[in-house]
């Protein structure tokens, strides 16, 4: 009857300025998740290790447990002789240590 068709109209503009356009956000989102969230932690993880193998004869400890402890012996490259008591020595893993608490005033092991 009355009804006209409708035809769309170009814009004029490439795929190419939408396609980034429509991701840039995204982009923007990955970077910032990268700085505040991902690099962080990467960093948290590096001192982590380090403080493991910084680990020597002589050290109070805290384990992931809650056990506070002296390391007595080192066993291997992932064990350790802890004294959580006097007389009384468990064998823990070493990456399951939490925390340093003081440093031992003898290097050797």
Do not use: C
Not at 39 to 50: D, F, G, L, T
């Amino acid at each position: 009857m009355f009804v006209t068709a409708a035809y769309a109209q170009a814009t004029g503009t490439g795929g190419a300025g939408d396609l980034f356009a429509s991701l840039a956000p995204i982009f923007i989102l990955i970077i910032i998740f990268w700085f505040l969230i991902f690099r962080p932690q990467q960093k948290r993880a590096k001192a982590h290790q380090e403080m493991l193998n910084a680990i020597k004869r002589g050290d109070t400890i805290v384990t992931n447990g809650g056990l506070v402890g002296k390391v007595m012996k080192i066993i291997d490259d992932s064990d350790l002789e802890v004294e959580v008591s006097k007389g009384v020595k468990v064998k823990i893993v070493r990456s399951m240590v939490a925390d340093v608490r003081s440093k031992s005033t003898s290097a050797t092991n």
